[in-house]
Structure formats: C-alpha cells, structure tokens
C-alpha cells in the first residue's frame, strides 16, 4: 500500500541496523519519561474495546506521576475523542488532554493555515458522517454533494468500513481533473477494527496524490499536532515525552521527527499482519524487517500497553 506522499523520500534511521529492545512494561523505562502521548487506535482499544490491562496500566501510570495525552489521529474534534473514551470504559480524569488530527484539521481551516483552502468556500466529503461531521462545524463553509462544485475535498474514513478504494476512483479522478486540493484528516493508512483491517482516509490521500492531486494532511506524522502537544504541556521537554504508538509510519515517524522518545505497540497493526496474537512478543527478525520497509524505528517495542 502507498506511504502518504510527503513521507517518500524521508530516509532510513540508523536505528533501524540494531535490534529493537523489546520491553515488558512501561515500568522498565519509567525513568526516562515523564509524560505519554498515548495513540488510541491499536494501542488503548481496537475499535469496540480496550485491551486486556489498559486501563490497569493507564491507573498505574498516573499513580506514577506520569501525565497522559491521547495523541490520535481521529478524524473528529478532541472533546468528542475524551468523551468517547468512557465508551471504551476510560475514565476522561486519567488524561490531561487530547490532541487529534480532526481538531488539526478544523484549526487549519478555521485559521487559513494551508494557503491552497484560501478562499474556499464548498467542500466534499468523503467519510461517514456519524463519525465526523463535527470536523468543520461551525466554519463558513458549505458541504455539498456534487464534486463539480466543491473548492476541495475533505477525507476523513470511508464512507462503509467493508470499502475498498475502487468506490471513490471517479471521485478522485473527477476532483483531480478540476487540480482540487485534498485535505485528509486522518493520515492513517489502515486500522485494525475488531481483528479485521480497514483502510483509512490516508490510504485516499494517496490515491489521489498517485492520480496526480495535491493532499494536504493534519495528524501524525506531520508536525502541526506535536506543536498542539507542546502547547499542552510547555513544562515537559519533548524528549520527556514518551510517544506510543502501533504506527511505524505514523506514531514512531512523527514521534521521532518531533524529538521524542518512542515506543511501538507490536500488538496492533503488526500482530494482525504477522498473525500473532496481541499479547505476543515479536519474533526479532520480523520486527527488524518491518522498520527496514518503514525507514524508521522505535527506541523501544512492547507487545501491549502495560506498566
């Protein structure tokens, strides 16, 4: 599957020629970090339910003194992210913020930060709008249900969670014929949801740039969302700041770019590709091999989120 465009050319870590250490639990490293930027997505649930000892583990942390920040790339507003994570049976008290590539995503547009959206005034969107239709609400801005007279796309999910990307090929070809912009508020290429693996608006996004269309992203990898972390937490230096993640190409990319330390989840994305079970520890060799194709690595793995 295609990387999002703007993460081709980024070259290979040099961490990626040693091993990986492969840690336990959180407790092992508590002493280098004092703050967690916890992905959500294949680390705390998988979609219907959290993982077995997360919220034992999530407990301990903060008896610990360690300060939580949920670090998603959801594609919906950061109050309705805490909110749902009582869904998952998280109490929101446990966290000190959420930061998301939805709320990314509404703040560049409410604040003309991506100067190809200027002056914009329809959009298209393609999502399910019982998971994201609060994105650009409240900006003056028009959803509309014909591409011909949209000023750009926004792609937040898939419109079913079963869809391939042949549903949307004459979208794209029609918006990419017209040089539309493209914003993706989920750069998330594929999820695991319930033990079956689903793709994500990014997986769009790069269609459309292998089309010829410009994206434009808001989430991890990309900086804006460490900049909201920061923002949240301006005592804690970002490399007291353990970012965690199942995303090679996401949450250990961005993590790195941004000067933190980092910690893949392998239970996640990896366990579903390597037919392991969550809790499993990985075999050395498929680890290193999946850094390799990644061009990145983690300082340290975990099998599951655990103290």
């Given at each position: ?210 089309l010829g269309g410009v994206p434009h992203y808001r989430g991890k990898p990309h900086p804006e969302v460490y900049g909201m972390v920061r923002a ?76």
């Open positions: 599957m295609p990387v999002p465009i703007e993460d081709r050319t980024f070259p290979l870590s040099t961490t990626t020629a040693a091993a990986v250490p492969v840690i336990a639990g959180l407790a092992a490293i508590a002493d280098r970090f004092d703050a967690a930027l916890l992905d959500q997505w294949g680390v705390i649930h998988d979609g219907t339910k959290p993982y077995l000892g997360v919220i034992a583990c999530l407990e301990a942390m903060r008896k610990a003194g360690k300060r939580i920040v949920m670090l998603s790339n959801a594609p919906r507003r950061a109050g309705l992210s805490r909110e749902r994570l009582r869904t998952y049976g998280i109490d929101p008290a446990l966290v000190e913020g959420v930061v998301t590539s939805g709320e990314a995503t509404h703040r560049a547009v409410a604040e003309g930060a991506i100067p190809a959206l200027a002056g914009a005034r329809t959009y298209f969107h393609v999502g399910r709008f019982d998971h994201s239709d609060d994105v650009l609400l409240g900006l003056p801005l028009e959803r509309v249900e014909d591409v011909g007279a949209a000023d750009f796309l926004l792609v937040t999910n898939l419109r079913r969670e079963t869809d391939e990307l042949g549903p949307y090929e004459a979208t794209l070809a029609a918006a990419t014929k017209r040089g539309l912009p493209l914003l993706c508020a989920n750069p998330d290429l594929e999820v695991v949801h319930n033990g079956r693996r689903e793709l994500c608006a990014g997986a769009v996004a790069a269609r459309y740039a292998e949240l937490l301006p005592d804690v230096a970002p490399a007291r700041m353990l970012a965690v993640g199942d995303g090679l190409g996401t949450d250990i990319l961005g993590g790195r770019r941004a000067g933190h330390p980092t910690l893949l989840v392998t239970g996640g994305l990896l366990a579903d590709r390597w037919g392991i079970a969550p809790q499993a520890v990985p075999d050395p060799a498929h680890l290193a091999a999946a850094c390799a194709e990644a061009g990145t690595a983690p300082d340290w793995a975990i099998p599951t989120l655990a103290w």
